[in-house]
């Protein structure tokens, strides 16, 4: 996947963040922290993969689905720019 790996090196870091934020999870529920903060880690690790999960689907979109000369103003390109849209909506 082309996309993926042009941006291998922004991708990895937020894969790390997201790794320390599962390992603070961890940390949170072996020391038996309380349920609120657990939730608030639990909702964080949800958000960050995500923002992951949105951020890929984009690239696929305009690698993969979208031709390569498409004109930004054509109707694929804003279909594409909606899907994108409500994606980044639905993730959040």
């Given at each position: 996947m082309a996309h993926t790996k042009r941006d291998q090196a922004k991708l990895l870091l937020r894969v790390r963040r997201i790794r320390g934020q599962i390992n603070a999870l961890e940390r949170a529920l072996t020391d038996e922290a309380e349920c609120?903060?657990?939730?608030?880690?639990?909702?964080?690790?949800?958000?960050?993969?995500n923002g992951l999960m949105a951020e890929?689907?984009?690239?696929?979109?305009?690698?993969?689905?979208?031709?390569?000369?498409?004109?930004?103003?054509?109707?694929?390109?804003?279909?594409?720019?909606?899907?994108?849209?409500?994606?980044?909506?639905?993730?959040?």
């Open positions: 609120f903060s657990i939730l608030q880690l639990m909702a964080a690790c949800r958000g960050a993969l890929v689907i984009e690239g696929h979109v305009r690698f993969h689905v979208l031709p390569p000369d498409v004109k930004t103003n054509s109707p694929q390109a804003e279909a594409a720019e909606e899907l994108i849209e409500i994606i980044g909506t639905y993730l959040k």
